[in-house]
């Protein structure tokens, strides 16, 4: 069966360092999405991103926050400077698109960002 | 705003029990609701799906119920395995932001053998 996967697993960082979290999403999607959890809070909506732009973006998703499709697989999240508050488990989504009927997004297993 | 929410944050059931998830939502303009479930140290995973122009739908051991009056929904499993066992989400878009998946606070549910 198709998976979104995501690396790394596991990031520890220090407070004030840039990190870029990767996804590689189902091959055929054309919307890729990335959501955040503070651990044992709700999924939350960070942005989306369609025909290589930003489609949609949350409140969270201020100027320390990029997304990126350098290529025809990856799509990545840019952290520039990080804040405590920033550590989190980071889920990439994908789906099909509008054709397919349902907004059914598939998620990666998420990167857990430790920012100390 | 929108925002999506459950009554309880976490729920107890035996093995073999009807599961029954409530969720709340406030926007009357919904369009599309979603359940997911996460298991521990996953990402969440689609379930059932059902429009706002729907009452019902069924899936496999699992069905969602939509009241429109009460701004309510519901997911029911049958028959409750221990693999039920996780946090289940309830979610939501909007004709307004269909490319906006907004999640409820999450349920809780622990299957005991």
């Known amino acids: 069966e198709p998976e979104v996967t995501q690396t790394p697993s596991h990031q520890v960082t220090q407070m004030g360092q840039e990190v870029i979290l990767r996804c590689v999403p189902i091959?055929?999607?054309?919307?890729f999405y990335w959501y955040r959890q503070i651990l044992g809070q709700k999924v939350e909506f960070l942005v989306s991103f369609y025909n290589n732009e930003i489609s949609e973006k949350s409140e969270i998703f201020d100027d320390q926050f990029s997304v990126e499709r350098p290529d025809g697989s990856n799509f990545t999240l840019k952290i520039r400077s990080t804040k405590l508050e920033d550590s989190a488990m980071y889920f990439c989504a994908s789906r099909a698109g509008v054709i397919s009927g349902a907004n059914v997004l598939t998620f990666g297993a998420g990167s857990r960002l430790t920012v100390l | 705003g929108e925002s999506v929410g459950l009554h309880l944050p976490t729920l107890s059931v035996q093995e073999g029990d009807n599961s029954i998830i409530n969720c709340a939502y406030s926007n009357s303009a919904s369009d599309y609701f979603i359940w997911y479930k996460q298991e521990s140290g996953k990402g969440p995973q689609f379930i059932i799906d059902?429009?706002?122009?729907?009452d019902k739908r069924q899936g496999q051991r699992v069905t969602v119920l939509l009241n429109k009056t009460v701004k309510h929904l519901s997911l029911q499993i049958a028959a409750t395995q221990p693999g039920d066992s996780a946090v289940y989400f309830c979610?939501?878009?909007?004709?307004?932001?269909?490319?906006?998946?907004?999640f409820g606070p999450g349920t809780s549910l622990s299957v005991i053998p």
């Open positions: 979610a939501k878009t909007s004709e307004a932001s269909y490319d906006k998946v907004i």
């Open positions: 091959s055929n999607h054309l919307y």
């Open positions: 059902i429009r706002s122009n729907m």
